[in-house]
Structure formats: C-alpha cells, structure tokens
C-alpha cells in the first residue's frame, strides 16, 4: 500500500488560506502535565513515557492545538537521536 500524500498541492500550505486553524507546536512548561495527561488518556501509559522523555530531551515534543484543544502530537529524538514517534491523533 502506498502512503504518498503530495501535500505541495494542499490549501493549507497557501500564505493567504483563512482555513488554517491547527497550529503545531512545543508545549511550555507549564504546559507538560496537561499534555502528558492528555496522551494516557487519549493512546497508554507507554506514550506518555515516551513524550516525556522527548520533552526532557531539547523539548522535541509537538502538540497540534485548534481552539485550545489538543487534537495530536509527535515526538522527535526521544528514544534515540533521528527516531520519529509516536505520533497520534484523535479521531474529531
């Protein structure tokens, strides 16, 4: 199965788009607890450890929020230098 999305030919990447409602982002610190909480929630108990130790490691964690609602997030460089997830989104 091929997962290819040519996301060059999406609207959201247009300067001028007023649909551009999801912002993608590093949590504060203040901010941790919430998110964390929010991913054993919303995937396990073993997500959370892995957002936290991306967040503890350069803040590598990113949540996309609309409207002050968490819908995803990612994580970058937490179990290893160049490693990509978790990722997860919820179904809206």
């Given at each position: 199965?091929?997962?290819?999305?040519?996301?060059?030919?999406?609207?959201f990447l247009?300067?001028?788009?007023?649909?551009?409602t999801v912002?993608?982002?590093?949590?504060?610190?203040?901010?941790?607890?919430?998110?964390?909480?929010?991913?054993?929630?919303?995937?396990?108990?073993?997500?959370?450890?892995?957002?936290?130790?991306?967040?503890?490691?350069?803040?590598?964690?990113?949540?996309?929020?609309?409207?002050?609602?968490?819908?995803?997030?990612?994580?970058?460089?937490?179990?290893?230098?160049?490693?990509?997830?978790?990722?997860?989104?919820?179904?809206?």
């Amino acid at each position: 199965m091929d997962y290819l999305v040519k996301l060059y030919q999406n609207p959201f990447l247009e300067k001028n788009s007023n649909e551009q409602t999801v912002t993608v982002r590093k949590p504060i610190g203040p901010e941790k607890h919430i998110v964390l909480s929010w991913i054993e929630t919303h995937f396990n108990q073993k997500w959370r450890s892995e957002a936290d130790t991306a967040y503890s490691r350069n803040n590598s964690l990113f949540v996309a929020v609309e409207n002050n609602k968490i819908l995803g997030f990612c994580c970058f460089d937490g179990t290893a230098k160049g490693f990509f997830g978790p990722l997860g989104v919820v179904d809206s």
